[in-house]
């Protein structure tokens, strides 16, 4: 009688509150009780961690046995400056190393085309050679540490030149770890920095699958991304869907191109963003892993346990990087990354206070890192397994991200695959409308977005900030003309002209790019040699 009397009180209280809502619409109820668990079953939708579904993560002992890799991405200016960050980073405690390019090199142009003048190591390090990257990782073993490269266009060629400096440090190439981002889906969805058209650049992108698996078997040759989508605007259970959409997209075209899927999937990684609606964040990653294990188990056939597991990097949202007040950013990044652990992420990577205004100093970098160390070692949380599991709220969250998820899923199939949903804009076209959305809930202050429109302070104190040295593009193009002026011309001519020829034919292009940069090919020049062939992607405009 008493709890009749509790849940009718509750009931008359409730109709009084206003709806609340997570980032994605999902209705959020004052208390969850068992009831909002009828019809949840802990052995499908649940059970233990290691196992399908994998809802509660992809390892047995999870942090208990290792913790996530700490990786701080970074990459500024040439590869000089880099090198001495990631020396830091290292000294530091990064367990592995994130490398952000500059935009020309993202989309194959060398740093003396017109085209990247004033852009050279602005956002990220300049790469055009051998002689870069060998410059960028001077003094570090590259089979000693894993490395995750930031880049999708020019992909092929950043790990060819990656290969190709740690076999003149005379490394065994098989004993290399990392992740190569090569996913360019979601250029055209979110970023823009593409290159080819979408069928050719899938091509380059399986015969990285192919190529990456007789050849560098520990290297994770694709890391599909949502992170993006979400800096876009997208919320997170369109996050969800579209990434594992562009997913089930590069499982399909590696299937027509007579690849097995238990020998290509245990290396598919994926890239989720870790925003601050902290309990919604916790929910889509055990949401993503539950959804990706049937998707791979029951639409794809896959036998091996390993082709089920969804393995993720999460980083902490830029987007919600302010410029005001921007130590508040501290607290934004440690509460993403708690939802990243707790949501049983593999690797992370933590945004620093002051990237609203630049690319981080040291100091914030440190503090960005810390961040990660407290949490590991102070806070408790990776001491048991998916410590929110069985929560009333977490349980139905995770349940609701997926159902509302497939439904997109079903959208696209109905369109005839994310390809085609790309060609015709709808994807673009809902993040767009998402992020309409949200700055308008900004604008009216029905989203709170702590010092900018709520809590404002009058005067802000200035903060030291990392700055690019004027001087270093003028360097950058002297030494990329030194090296076109001392490499041997014929071999140098030889590789490009095969890079042109395999590109028109079948055979798989990275053993021709791997020879290219070895004969001091440059990433645009080798990038040419496949526009020669596949031409240039020209964006649709979605209205």
């Known amino acids: 009688m008493t709890e009749v009397k509790t849940a009718e009180s509750a009931t008359k209280r409730e109709a009084r509150l206003p709806i609340q809502e997570t980032s994605s619409h999902i209705a959020v109820s004052p208390l969850y009780t068992p009831t909002d668990l009828a019809a949840w079953d802990y052995d499908r939708d649940l059970g233990y961690p290691g196992e399908f579904p994998y809802t509660r993560g992809v390892q047995a002992t999870m942090y208990r046995g290792r913790l996530w890799t700490m990786r701080q991405y970074a990459g500024m200016g040439d590869a000089e400056e880099s090198n001495k960050r990631y020396k830091y980073l290292l000294a530091n405690g990064t367990t592995g190393l994130s490398v952000a390019f500059d935009l020309p090199t993202q989309i194959g142009l060398d740093s003396d085309n017109p085209l990247a003048v004033g852009e050279v190591g602005k956002v990220g390090v300049a790469i055009d050679s051998i002689e870069d990257m060998q410059r960028l990782f001077e003094g570090i073993d590259l089979t000693a540490i894993s490395t995750s490269m930031t880049i999708n266009a020019t992909a092929s060629i950043l790990l060819a030149l990656y290969v190709a400096v740690a076999r003149r440090q005379g490394r065994d190439i098989r004993k290399l770890s990392g992740t190569v981002q090569n996913d360019v889906l979601k250029e055209y969805i979110a970023r823009g920095t593409y290159i080819y058209p979408p069928q050719q650049a899938m091509r380059i992108i399986t015969d990285v699958f192919a190529w990456s698996k007789e050849n560098v078997p520990e290297w994770n040759t694709i890391s599909i991304s949502g992170y993006h989508m979400r800096e876009a605007g997208s919320t997170a259970v369109q996050e969800v869907a579209f990434t594992l959409g562009n997913g089930i997209a590069y499982v399909e075209a590696a299937i027509r191109a007579g690849l ?44 091996s346990p390993k082709s089920w597991m969804l393995r993720f990097h999460a980083q902490t949202a830029g987007s919600t990087l302010t410029a005001q007040q921007p130590e508040n950013n501290i607290v934004r990044t440690a509460i993403q990354a708690m939802a990243a652990v707790l949501g049983g992420t593999q690797s992370l990577h933590t945004n620093s206070f002051d990237e609203a205004l630049a690319l981080p100093t040291e100091a914030s970098a440190r503090i960005a890192l810390r961040t990660q160390q407290v949490i590991a070692f102070e806070s408790g949380a990776p001491q048991t397994v998916d410590p929110l599991a069985g929560s009333y709220y977490v349980e139905s969250l995770t349940s609701e991200i997926e159902k509302r998820a497939v439904d997109y899923l079903e959208k696209i199939e109905a369109m005839g695959g994310m390809l085609k949903a790309i060609e015709r804009g709808y994807v673009q076209q809902e993040i767009q409308n998402a992020a309409y959305e949200y700055q308008q809930a900004v604008d009216r202050q029905e989203a709170v977005v702590v010092g900018v429109n709520r809590f404002q302070i009058g005067e802000e104190k200035a903060v030291p900030i990392q700055r690019i040295d004027p001087a270093l593009e003028p360097r950058q193009v002297e030494r990329l003309r030194a090296l076109r002026a001392k490499r041997n011309v014929e071999t140098w001519q030889a590789a490009i002209r095969a890079v042109e020829d395999t590109a028109r034919s079948a055979e798989n292009l990275m053993p021709r790019i791997l020879a290219a940069v070895e004969a001091n090919a440059t990433v645009g020049e080798i990038s040419d040699a496949m526009r020669k062939v596949y031409g240039e992607y020209k964006e649709a405009v979605v209205i």
């Not at 963003?273 to 539950?290: G, M, P, T």
């Not at 998707?295 to 794809?300: A, G, L, Q």
Request: hydrophobic share 50%.
């Open 260 to 303: 097995d899927v238990d020998k290509f999937a245990p290396r598919l990684s994926f890239f989720f963003n870790a925003h601050s609606n902290f309990l919604e964040e916790v929910a889509k990653f055990r949401a993503a892993r539950r959804m990706w294990a049937k998707i791979m188990r029951d639409r794809f056939q896959a036998k």
